[in-house]
């Protein structure tokens, strides 16, 4: 009788913990199912940079001895992304590596503190304080995406003398100069650099743009009270978890790009 009575105790708790009801690890479902998600997307973005270093270490580095100096682009090595990235808006001319691509940098950065604070503000039910963390770190996400936009626009377009390379047509030794970057053709380097560096960050401005587009919901819906009368701000954190995954990706996307 006692093995029985035992018995029946561990189903009535199974059906507790299995049937519903019960929130796994003390997680809620959304949280966890969110957490589910970000687990798959890096595996993504993953496979995305481990391709950008195999087909970037296929090809040798610049070396000023074997190529010459000046630094100047070939389809021969890799891009040096000092030399690609250094220009900066409304200082035409001027050779500034990578303080544009630093700059979008620290205000993604900041756009996940301002995320930060507005969890912390939900968790004390602090209503305007929500709102106006969710609104600096929308305004965040627009000023990084406007960034990538202008980059995008410098890389298409290329520099002024362009980069002038000899081709074989119809037999005959041509020269032709190319300017900027697109999917067949790219001044700085290797055509695959050119569609690596638009693919992986397209990618991962399309995150930036849906978590905006998120963001934006959870402030609207925070200004008319809804989470307010539920009693809870646990929305506030579940987008704050993609935008927190959405930024360290960006480390490791500008760590790639940029610095290697």
Do not use: C
């Not at 105790?9 to 009801?21: H, I, Q």
């Amino acid at each position: 009788m006692a093995a029985t009575a035992t018995t029946d105790e561990s189903v009535v708790f199974d059906k507790k913990a299995w049937m519903g009801g019960v929130e796994p690890m003390n997680v809620s479902y959304g949280k966890l199912m969110m957490w589910f998600f970000l687990i798959s997307d890096t595996f993504t973005f993953s496979a995305l940079l481990v391709t950008y270093g195999l087909i970037r270490y296929s090809y040798p580095a610049y070396d000023p001895v074997i190529h010459g100096t000046p630094f100047h682009f070939s389809n021969i090595y890799w891009p040096v992304p000092d030399h690609v990235f250094n220009a900066f808006p409304f200082f035409h001319g001027t050779n500034l590596p990578l303080i544009f691509v630093g700059l979008m940098t620290f205000i993604l950065i900041f756009s996940s503190v301002t995320m930060v604070l507005a969890v912390e503000a939900g968790h004390r039910r602090d209503r305007q304080d929500v709102e106006k963390y969710m609104l600096w770190t929308i305004l965040g996400g627009l000023a990084f995406l406007s960034s990538q936009a202008w980059e995008w626009s410098h890389f298409i377009h290329g520099t002024e003398e362009g980069n002038t390379i000899r081709e074989l047509v119809s037999g005959t030794w041509v020269e032709r100069t190319i300017f900027g970057a697109n999917l067949t053709e790219n001044q700085y380097g290797p055509p695959a650099f050119a569609d690596l560096f638009f693919f992986i960050t397209g990618f991962h401005g399309t995150h930036v743009f849906s978590g905006v587009i998120l963001n934006i919901l959870i402030f609207y819906r925070t200004a008319t009270g809804m989470y307010e009368q539920r009693g809870h701000y646990e929305m506030v954190e579940k987008v704050g978890l993609y935008w927190h995954f959405v930024d360290l990706v960006w480390v490791f996307v500008f760590t790639f790009f940029y610095l290697v």
